[in-house]
């Protein structure tokens, strides 16, 4: 049977982010579908458009009230919907990797493969604790946001960025940290569709989401290292795919290198294409 893909994006995202790979992947003759997890995919306020950054700061914002529970019922939604047509193969990429990971641990008997993408797996500790480790030391990506942060996200409960506040030099510090490889006006495209606010997930106990070894743990699974990524080091991805194996070292991770930026993949898809391409021979022949 062909499996569905079902495409799980990450922080500061929406559906939007898969365009160009459900593209790619439909000239290949795949099914797929890219689902916005909560509060995405409604557009921007007018404030955030024009500008007017005291209106902008003052909003309210629909993450603060969103639960975890939200999140993961939202992919396991997506997974029991399509399941009736045949093998699921769940991507998710970046921040997606902990409502995926999440929902493997609630529903495993309606996933045939996991695909972490660069993904947050936690196994060994909660997720807001491990960019304090060693591994990430050498990530960019948190200096280049530092000045486009909006409010205190502990006071306010919701993470709030202004994408479009950077300036030339921080737009440039920015493009490196997340997809070096795209232009400026490449680089452009993903700042104008970035989603402005986010749940507050780094500190909540709430979001202590581990990979479980007897449900997620039973679920075939792949980890797309992307080897030019300086908003989630190798050394960080590595760790996640360690953990994972110690946890379930009879059904470890199939690794994949990809060279690609954290995002950079995203607006050039034909590799991650081809991974996905490979890996649904194996979900059509019914690998589990």
């Known amino acids: 049977m062909i499996p569905t893909f079902v495409f799980v994006h990450g922080s500061g995202s929406s559906a939007h982010s898969w365009s160009a790979t459900q593209r790619e992947m439909a000239s290949r003759g795949h099914r797929t579908l890219a689902l916005d997890l909560p509060g995405r995919g409604a557009g921007f306020t007018r404030a955030y458009h024009e500008q007017d950054l005291e209106t902008f700061a003052a909003e309210p914002s629909v993450m603060k009230d969103l639960t975890v529970d939200d999140f993961t019922g939202a992919v396991v939604d997506a997974v029991q919907r399509v399941r009736h047509h045949g093998p699921v193969v769940l991507v998710a990429h970046s921040f997606g990797g902990l409502p995926v990971t999440a929902a493997a641990n609630a529903i495993p008997e309606l996933i045939d493969r996991l695909v972490y993408v660069a993904a947050q797996c936690p196994v060994d500790r909660a997720p807001g604790d491990y960019p304090a480790l060693p591994e990430w030391a050498s990530a960019g990506l948190f200096t280049a946001l530092a000045p486009l942060f909006v ?54 106990p709430a979001w202590d989401v581990r990979a479980d070894k007897d449900s997620w743990g039973r679920i075939p699974r792949t980890f797309v290292r992307l080897t030019e990524d300086r908003s989630m080091p190798l050394a960080a991805q590595d760790r996640y795919i360690a953990e994972g194996d110690a946890l379930t070292p009879d059904n470890p991770f199939d690794v994949r290198d990809l060279e690609s930026s954290h995002a950079g993949f995203l607006r050039k898809p034909a590799g991650l294409a081809g991974i996905l391409d490979d890996l649904s021979v194996r979900a059509a022949a019914g690998s589990r």
């Open 151 to 204: 409010g205190d996200p502990s006071r306010q409960g919701f993470i709030r960025i202004n994408w479009r506040g950077a300036d030339r030099a921080g737009r440039a510090a920015l493009r490196d940290a997340v997809a070096g490889e795209l232009t400026e006006e490449e680089f452009l495209q993903v700042v104008v569709t970035s989603q402005p606010d986010e749940v507050f997930w780094l500190t909540d």
